[in-house]
């Protein structure tokens, strides 16, 4: 499986890029510039190790690329993000946005939040995109100076919303591929609307506790991952 990031040089993404390379994925980082893929992508592997596989190119190349999409962009630059790779995600590929539509996109404080007109970011997202494209929402609870930590394991849940369950478990199966990390199914991709606000709320206890990597855990299982049939 190739995994294109698309955002892969900001903190988040360049995170996500290091984490799944050390993993064995392989991995492709997109940026505006060409030049600055590749230049993240070299910094990536030194951090990642030997072996890992991160290029970077441009995010339209990366996106042609690659199996599965993961954007992970300011929401002020999202819709231009995506109009700008809109004709060169693959037939079928998995996009997972981790977008939040936090009101810093407008100078107002990170812990408040904007309402796209289709009612989120990832359902603004799938309006753009080719009706092919199969949209998962994820990624919003998880820090990026977290993710930062390299030599420390992850805590938390992903949680996943999207329309079928086939692509949830194939975003799911890139976050087990992150020591520590679970993935859960969260619904529809409808139940982005809640999802991605609690990027705000994680960034307002992380300011009322001082601290950076606050997350989320679901207790009730051992495990997560995809819903067994209901009898």
């Known amino acids: ?12 993404g360049f995170g996500l890029a290091v984490r799944l ?10 940026s505006r510039s060409e030049e600055r893929g590749k230049a993240s992508a070299e910094k990536a592997r030194g951090i990642a190790g ?12 990366a996106a042609a690329g690659s199996d599965v999409v993961i954007v992970t962009v300011p929401f002020a630059g999202q819709a231009e993000i995506y109009r700008s790779i809109k004709d060169s995600v693959p037939q079928g590929a998995v996009v997972c946005d ?11 404080p ?22 092919h494209a199969r949209m998962v929402a994820g990624f919003h609870t998880i820090s990026a100076e977290a993710l930062h930590q ?11 919303c999207g329309a079928d369950t086939e692509s949830k478990a194939t975003i799911g199966e890139l976050v087990e591929r992150i020591p520590d ?27 009322a506790y001082g601290m950076n990597d606050a997350g989320i855990k679901m207790i009730g299982r ?10």
Do not use: C, H
């Open 1 to 12: 499986m190739s995994v294109a990031i698309i955002g892969g040089t900001g903190d988040e």
């Open 110 to 131: 990170a812990w408040q939040v904007l309402t796209p007109w289709e009612g989120s970011a990832a359902e603004q997202a799938k309006a753009i995109l080719p009706s």
């Open 98 to 108: 981790a977008t939040s539509p936090l009101a810093s996109a407008i100078g107002r």
């Open 222 to 231: 051992d495990t997560w991952g995809t819903p067994s049939p209901r009898p």
């Open 21 to 30: 390379g050390r993993a064995g994925v392989d991995v492709l980082i997109g």
């Open 50 to 61: 030997a072996g890992a596989s991160i290029e970077g190119t441009s995010n339209e190349a």
């Open 181 to 207: 990390l679970r993935w859960v199914d969260a619904g529809p991709l409808s139940l982005a609307r809640i999802l991605e606000r609690l990027t705000a709320l994680m960034i307002s206890v992380n300011r």
């Open 150 to 160: 390299f030599d420390l394991s992850m805590e938390g849940d992903v949680l996943l």
